[in-house]
């Protein structure tokens, strides 16, 4: 079975450009997370999803960033505009059932760099 | 608000020695704990969920504990081989799905 897809791997961009992350979850898996790790911040949760309906955004950093499930087999990350401090490696990750009885797969992450 | 720490930060260890992983979280209200595996430039990889209302979970040379009391876990790993050289994560479920994750320990494994 396929594991959770991201792409693209890496992204370069300049400040100011929009940047827009995917993410392929596990088919069957009906809880989608998006996560950012640095090296000052650690792992931190941005948002989740359940049944494609966004359940708790209080991580996203700010209003320039977006993200969007339009079904059960995609998922977006957006970043407009882009500034330098957004250089990160970007995670997804998946799981199925309720109250976090199952363990969340992960993607192999989108390493950002914004000059 | 959840605290998540791992001890030590660094480890480095010669093959074949047996090793704990320590991870502490301030607030006792979890619903399970999860052991993540990171190596260089992939994903986290999981490797043992013990639920609040478990003691310990094993896996081959993996064996995890949980005192949810006193706010502590272990990752104890036996015979540490080459192939164990990653970063280890821990990370509490805070409820409904929501991971908090310590900051990791990166263990070097020499031949």
């Known amino acids: 079975d396929a594991g959770v897809i991201q792409s693209p791997r890496h992204e370069v961009t300049e400040m100011g450009q929009e940047v827009t992350l995917r993410c392929k979850p596990i088919?069957?898996?009906?809880?989608l997370f998006w996560y950012r790790q640095t090296m000052m911040r650690g792992l931190e949760l941005l948002i989740y999803f359940n049944n494609n309906v966004p359940i708790d955004d209080s991580g996203m950093p700010e209003d320039r960033f977006s993200a969007k499930m339009p079904n059960a087999s995609f998922s977006t990350l957006k970043i407009q505009p882009s500034e330098p401090r957004d250089s990160a490696v970007y995670f997804c990750?998946?799981?199925?059932?309720?109250?976090?009885?199952?363990?969340?797969?992960f993607g192999d992450g989108t390493r950002l760099s914004i000059l | 608000k959840q605290e998540v720490t791992q001890i030590p930060a660094a480890l480095s260890v010669p093959e074949g020695e047996n090793l704990v992983l320590n991870c502490s979280f301030t607030?006792?209200?979890?619903?399970?704990l999860q052991w993540f595996r990171q190596d260089p430039g992939k994903g986290l990889t999981s490797l043992l969920l013990i639920q609040s209302s478990q003691r310990e979970q094993t896996s081959g040379r993996l064996n995890a504990s949980l005192d949810k009391s006193s706010g502590r876990s272990t990752l104890y790993i036996a015979a540490s081989q080459p192939g164990d050289s990653a970063t280890y994560l821990c990370?509490?479920?805070?409820?409904?799905?929501?991971?908090?994750f310590g900051t990791g320990t990166r263990l070097l494994v020499s031949p």
């Open positions: 990370a509490v479920n805070t409820g409904f799905q929501k991971l908090v």
């Open positions: 990750a998946s799981s199925s059932g309720d109250m976090g009885g199952q363990p969340q797969h």
């Open positions: 607030d006792s209200a979890i619903y399970n």
């Open positions: 088919s069957g898996h009906d809880y």
